[in-house]
């Protein structure tokens, strides 16, 4: 009796197959991948031009803005050169799924306070999917500043801390924010809230800026 080489049980019809199967199945995971993340950097690129061009609505006064703003209106934008030296998006009122993340990408938790108010300026975006606007607010270092900007002024923040946090610990972004340990007599904060581990989405992934300055336009 003679044993088939493994040349020859390769290409036995059942090995083949397997091995064709094998083959097929990467080829389309990576063409799964490639399209995955060629979708978000068309849809990144989408709303950093959108940010770049859109007029704003006019906050005329902040005390009226459960009147002025519905969900889904652009009032601002945020511009984090830590995030690269073009980013810029736009800021909505408002964070619903459909009207606002899944679409213009960064919303403001309405229940917070507005830019240049005492309190706490929260806002919310995935971290993956959709243009992926948060997906790397780990990368936050001290020192590094963001921007808000509004039809009427230009609000600079400084990096203060990132906390990961459950999905119910809802008083990260209270006026006084619960977890924030960094030293800071500020009491105007931004808070940036998205979704980690990136896919998994089992917490979230919390950076907290201080106001230091303010400038009219």
Known sequence: ????????????????????????????AASAAWQMFAVEDLAATSQRKAAEVEPLVVIK??????????TG?????????????????????????EKVLNTIGVGHYISTAMP???????????????????RDI???QAGDLVYVETTTATYTYRY????????????VIAANPEGLTAITSADKFLTLTTCTP??????????????IAVAAK
């Open 73 to 97: 209106d652009v009032f601002a934008k945020l511009i984090a050169p830590r995030l690269g030296s073009d980013y810029v998006r736009q800021i909505a009122q408002g964070t619903s799924v």
């Open 61 to 70: 006064n902040t005390d009226e803005v459960g009147d002025t703003l519905r």
């Open 198 to 211: 990136i896919y998994v989405n089992t917490e979230r992934l919390i950076v907290w800026f201080e106001q």
């Open 160 to 171: 203060l801390q990132t906390a990961v946090v459950a999905p119910d610990a809802i008083n």
């Open 116 to 134: 240049g108010e005492v309190g706490n300026f929260a806002l919310a975006a995935h971290r993956a999917g959709n243009g992926g606007p948060f």
């Open 138 to 140: 780990d990368k936050f």
């Open 1 to 28: 009796m003679s044993f088939p080489t493994k040349r020859q049980a390769f290409f036995r019809p059942a090995n083949l197959l397997a091995s064709v199967a094998i083959v097929g199945g990467l080829t389309i």
